[in-house]
């Protein structure tokens, strides 16, 4: 297993360390912008990376760098004069603050090292702003590890002891990875291998090869980053001639701004004109629709909560009205940003398409949700957030136990009939049990528990933590389990019981909540302007034909009629009534 902050090891997508690193430089940059409220700066900051830049390019993304200097990807010849050119355009449009993110081993196109103090006279001798230096060092490295870390060692470790027990004398020696979002094991040697090779394409200065080498996850972020951060003049951008609306629906979780801010700057680079909707559906069809600007999401990155407004409003009963509102403004795709409310209105919308054609266009959702329950994906914009603040409350609470022994903290965490917080939160606060819907669970469950706990105080760890999502059992209350924890540990442990509530949707969002938010309504907006360019017909965009004859879809409730193309099954095969001709084809 690699333990390494710089993400520096081929093979895997994230090593354990990178995320708690990225932490600290987060706080760090938050911390910074508070001073642009008062005060127009610039500020250089230098994050470690001496042979990798995975540190300041994700970091980079996390906040919106204004530049950021890697060694594996060196800027151009004459770099020095279009940083600064950008520097002052920003700063003309009203900006405060600008961020240089510096890698300790960044160097231009002949090897010579650019460091955080010539970055600071360059700026401070061209465009005379007034600029700080900060340079993070040995900060990066220490600190509480972040939930991610938790869980990834976590299960690197429970897959490294099952590759250790299947093992034989000629098994090759393999590194346990992140791939995706699952564990796997990949040959040693090859990842040591391709490891030397970055180095050797950077000496020799094969830089796109060096990026490549560094793996999916490091080439899609650096890509991501070009297309954000860089704006093109307007007669360089290209004339798409569709309006595409964004709206956030359901609660709301940390890094739908990022999400927001991503969508809209890569769909204005795509030429489209974005469109903001205020409060989710309910603002949908009151109209509160706007155009929004690429200057206008500026600093939505580390924003918490949801700046557009969320509500959990359907958009079923106002069908109509939204339909109207789709047909006034020309919107020709749809992006939702949002929990299972979002998937539940772009399902109303797709039933309506036979009776409205003004939903016969691409639509696309990007999950949102603190509960992680949207199906069809294994995460979710928030819940590494809220897994976040979990884990911190949880590490309070057992210092508190630690002073007071032999007691006993039911925690009850947010995530409706989802038990992923409860689940993956035990998992990195070292919880004790975990209730969840998911998996049922009885009085004899309760009883074994407490069996546990109490045979628990009877050692030198004194403190127990249970961990119960919100919805687990209706009648297994937290009340009740702590009612009965309480009575059943009578003269063994105490109890105190805590609900974490709305913490858990608020606060700023994590560095990989920005990251994921980012990258993922990137890839969204890209497949929407896909579909609009393909669907384009005769001056209109229309993703479906529209229905006029009921149709029956086969694999679905027997008798059930509908007008859309989407059902519950798998099967995708339609059967029309009536001649082809009558009902569309």
Request: charged content about 20%; glycine content about 10%; hydrophobic content about 40%.
């Amino acid at each position: 297993m690699v333990g390494s902050i710089d993400n520096d090891f081929c093979g895997t997508d994230m090593t354990i360390g990178t995320d708690s690193a990225l932490h600290r430089i987060i706080e760090v940059v938050d911390a910074i912008m508070t001073t642009a409220q008062s005060h127009q700066r610039t500020f250089v900051l230098e994050v470690m990376g001496r042979h990798c830049g995975y540190l300041a390019l994700v970091s980079a993304l996390a906040c919106g760098a204004d530049w950021v200097l890697i060694p594996e990807m060196p800027p151009e010849d004459g770099w020095e004069e279009k940083m600064c050119e950008k520097l002052s355009a920003t700063r003309s449009r009203g900006t405060r603050l600008n961020i240089i993110i510096v890698a300790e081993g960044a160097i231009d196109r002949h090897g010579k090292p650019i460091t955080s103090s010539f970055v600071k006279d360059l700026v401070v001798k061209n465009l005379g702003f007034d600029t700080r230096v900060t340079i993070l060092g040995h900060v990066q490295r220490g600190g509480t590890p972040s939930a991610f870390d938790r869980i990834l060692a976590s299960r690197m470790g429970v897959e490294a002891v099952l590759a250790l027990l299947e093992t034989t004398a000629n098994t090759p020696a393999c590194v346990v990875s992140l791939c995706g979002n699952q564990s796997v094991r990949v040959p040693l040697m090859e990842c040591v291998q391709t490891t030397q090779e970055v180095q050797k394409a950077m000496d020799q200065k094969r830089f796109e090869e060096a990026v490549k080498l560094r793996g999916r996850s490091f080439e899609n972020n650096l890509r991501t980053y070009k297309l954000l951060a860089h704006r093109k003049p307007e007669s360089e951008l290209p004339v798409s001639n569709f309006n595409v609306a964004v709206l956030n629906v359901g609660a709301p979780a940390a890094g739908m701004n990022a999400a927001v801010r991503s969508a809209v700057r890569v769909g204005i680079s795509e030429g489209h004109k974005m469109f903001a909707v205020n409060d989710g559906f309910e603002g949908f069809y009151k109209g509160q629709i706007k155009e929004i600007k690429w200057g206008d999401v500026g600093g939505w990155t580390g924003q918490g909560g949801s700046l557009l407004g969320t509500k959990r409003t359907l958009p079923a009963k106002h069908v109509d009205k939204i339909a109207e509102q789709m047909r006034k403004h020309n919107i020709n795709a749809l992006l939702v940003i949002g929990g299972f409310e979002a998937f539940l209105s772009l399902l109303e919308l797709s039933a309506a398409r036979g009776n409205y054609d003004e939903f016969c266009v691409p639509m696309v959702m990007v999950p949102a949700t603190v509960s992680n329950n949207v199906p069809g994906s294994d995460l979710s914009i928030g819940a590494d957030t809220a897994l976040n603040a979990i884990t911190t409350t949880c590490d309070r609470i057992k210092q508190s136990a630690s002073g007071t022994k032999r007691r006993v903290f039911i925690i009850e965490t947010m995530g409706g009939y989802c038990g992923y917080l409860a689940t993956v939160g035990g998992l990195a606060a070292g919880a004790d049990a975990a209730y969840i819907y998911e998996e049922p669970f009885d009085i004899r469950d309760l009883q074994a528990n407490v069996e546990h706990l109490t045979e628990k105080m009877k050692t030198s760890i004194q403190r127990g933590l249970v961990l119960r999502n919100e919805n687990s059992n209706v009648n297994y209350t937290t009340d009740f389990i702590y009612q009965l924890y309480t009575e059943e540990g009578r003269g063994v442990f105490d109890c105190r019981k805590n609900v974490l509530g709305h913490m858990q949707q608020g606060g700023a969002p994590s560095p990989f909540d920005r990251n994921f938010g980012t990258k993922i309504s990137a890839k969204a907006m890209q497949w929407l302007s896909q579909k609009l360019v393909e669907t384009y017909r005769k001056g209109k965009v229309g993703c479906l034909p529209t229905l006029r004859t009921p149709a029956v879809c086969w694999g679905c409730t027997p008798g059930l009629w509908s007008s859309s193309l989407l059902c519950s099954s798998k099967i995708r095969l339609i059967l029309f009534t009536g001649s082809p001709k009558s009902s569309g084809g």
